[in-house]
């Protein structure tokens, strides 16, 4: 199946920066998109950014101007390169990707395990 692992991520201070990435393994025929989602604590999972196979990002007005996008599209990866932190953006961070299989019918979405951002001074 699909496994989709996320590295990076931990404690900064407001104002420094964090990079996040995550790599999509498995019976992969092609990645359609990759992004990255967050949830506060209290709060419902909101969208970030999301990166398509022809490299067309979207961000979330929160963060546009302060978080990157980018993806490696033969290492089916992509990462997150977040600047200028806020306390507002802690959280755990999912890496989701809508990918084609080998085995499926039509493109499914995937989601990683999540890993913790947290900005605090």
């Known amino acids: 199946q699909v496994k989709l692992t996320e590295t990076g991520g931990g404690l900064a201070q407001p104002g420094e920066s964090l990079r996040l990435s995550c790599a999509a393994s498995g019976n992969i025929m092609e990645v359609v998109k990759m992004g990255w989602y967050r949830q506060a604590p209290g709060k419902e999972r909101e969208l970030v950014a999301t990166i398509t196979k022809s490299s067309v990002s979207n961000y979330a007005g929160s963060v546009a101007g302060r978080f990157i996008i980018s993806r490696d599209g033969a290492e089916k990866m992509v990462r997150l390169q977040m600047n200028s932190l806020k306390p507002d953006d802690t959280g755990v961070y999912y890496c989701?990707?809508?990918?084609?299989?080998?085995?499926?019918?039509?493109?499914?979405?995937?989601w990683g395990q999540g890993t913790q951002v947290t900005v605090s001074s």
């Open positions: 989701n990707a809508e990918i084609l299989t080998t085995t499926n019918i039509g493109v499914a979405d995937y």
